[in-house]
């Protein structure tokens, strides 16, 4: 006899499993616990099979048998209904939007807009801080918890500005997910108020002016790379950011001109940037032309030639050299600054050369002149007061009024 709700209702749970049949192999399985569950018993290539409907009352009598008839009219085409309710399930699966996924698509759709060395950076962090956690859990169900973990395991190695980009970044990609309406909310936002403190740090420190001479015979004493003895004297000679010369190709630099362009894209203010060389500056770049001038980039990774060198490597050597904590790549800018300000060079010369936009926006925005002239004058003197420094001559003679 067919099943009645009545029947299913009042069906009690016994010591064993039991099951209430209705019709077409359509029957109501009461478990031990009291539960009771729609099973579809059928054959399919000529073994026994059993599939599962639902849970009553969730799913009612005329709901499992329309279950029933459905999985029956896949039985009459020559399907199993069981590999097929697995096939929809993979499918429903493979169209949840991972993590990974939403940072994926935020990135692509920023990357354009980024200098590369800021896209470079971006993309490591997430490969290797943010994928591997949670990568692979469904972006909708991210939570604030999820995203503390995460970021404390970065706190804990010390790497307290990999955790400040790391959170800027998550809360980006939430909004981004917001915006195309695939995440219910943002669970990125306020992570900064329960950031771990870092230690106060002395910003891009350097040496003084009269310590090149020593740090310069030590670059020459230190056991490193050829290639990254002579990023660090680019450095100092051009006063160019450090993920500016990491990722410079050959194709901007006219030696014959003695001028290095570095086009918006790949600089951080997005206006392009004309660097005067020093004869200092064209002979090492004469000599490392010789070594990877076979390659797109000036100073190509060592284990992989189409990526630039690792931004850490400048700074470990200098770490190495007995420098840590007193001059890293980035503080060659400041020294620069500070030395070229003492001699009285015209302030605009030294922000231009430096790539710095006026703070004052309204002049900012109508001085446009790139005083290149001036500036290869300036810079050309600053590289011989180096030579004349390590020389042991006195530079009083070259300072300016």
């Known amino acids: 006899m067919a099943l009645t709700d009545t029947a299913i209702r009042t069906a009690k749970p016994r010591e064993k499993l039991y099951r209430l049949a209705d019709a077409q192999g359509l029957c ?41 008839d459905a999985a029956r009219k896949l039985l009459a085409q020559g399907i199993d209904p069981s590999a097929y309710k697995q096939q929809e399930k993979a499918a429903a699966a493979a169209q949840v939007l991972t993590m990974e996924a939403l940072a994926r698509e935020w990135f692509a759709y920023n990357q354009p807009r980024w200098a590369s060395a800021t896209a470079n950076k971006a993309q490591q962090y997430l490969e290797s801080d943010i994928y591997p956690v949670i990568g692979a859990r469904p972006a909708a169900e991210v939570t604030r918890p999820e995203l503390v973990d995460l970021v404390r395991r970065i706190e804990k190695r010390q790497a307290f500005n990999v955790a400040r980009k790391v959170r800027q970044w998550l809360s980006q990609i939430f909004r981004f997910g917001l915006a195309k309406g695939v995440v219910p909310a943002n669970p990125a936002t306020d992570l900064d108020v329960v950031a771990a403190h870092a230690p106060r740090t002395r910003h891009h420190p350097h040496v003084s002016e009269a310590e090149l001479p020593e740090l310069l015979e030590k670059l020459e004493a230190a056991k490193c790379d050829v290639t990254t003895r002579y990023a660090i004297r680019l450095l100092l000679l051009t006063a160019v950011r450090p993920g500016e010369l990491r990722n410079a ?38 000599t490392l032309h010789e070594i990877t001038g076979s390659y797109p980039l000036i100073f190509p990774g060592r284990n992989d030639r189409s990526r630039p060198m690792s931004e850490n490597t400048v700074n470990k050597v200098l ?44 002049r900012d925005t109508y001085n446009h002149a790139s005083y290149l002239e001036q500036r290869r004058g300036m810079m050309q003197a600053w590289a011989d007061s180096i030579d004349a420094l390590c020389a042991g001559a006195n530079v009083v003679s070259i300072r300016r009024a």
Not at 257 to 279: D, E, F, Q
Request: proline letters at 5%; hydrophobic letters at 40%; charged letters at 25%.
């Open 28 to 68: 109501l399985e009461i478990t031990t616990a009291g539960g009771k569950l729609w099973r579809l018993r059928y054959r399919f290539d000529a073994k026994a099979k059993m599939l599962g409907l639902g849970q009553y009352p969730a799913v009612t009598l005329a709901q499992a048998r329309e279950r029933r």
């Open 249 to 286: 190709p050959w194709d901007e630099f006219d030696l014959e001109a003695a001028t290095w362009t570095i086009p918006a894209a790949r600089m951080k203010a997005r206006r392009p940037h004309i660097v005067p060389l020093p004869r200092q500056a064209v002979a090492i770049l004469r």
């Open 319 to 362: 770490s190495v050299m007995g420098y840590e904590d007193r001059q890293t790549g980035h503080g060659f800018r400041h020294l620069l600054s500070t030395s070229l300000n003492s001699r009285g060079y015209n302030r605009d010369w030294i922000e231009r050369q430096l790539a710095h936009g006026d703070q004052d926006s309204i």
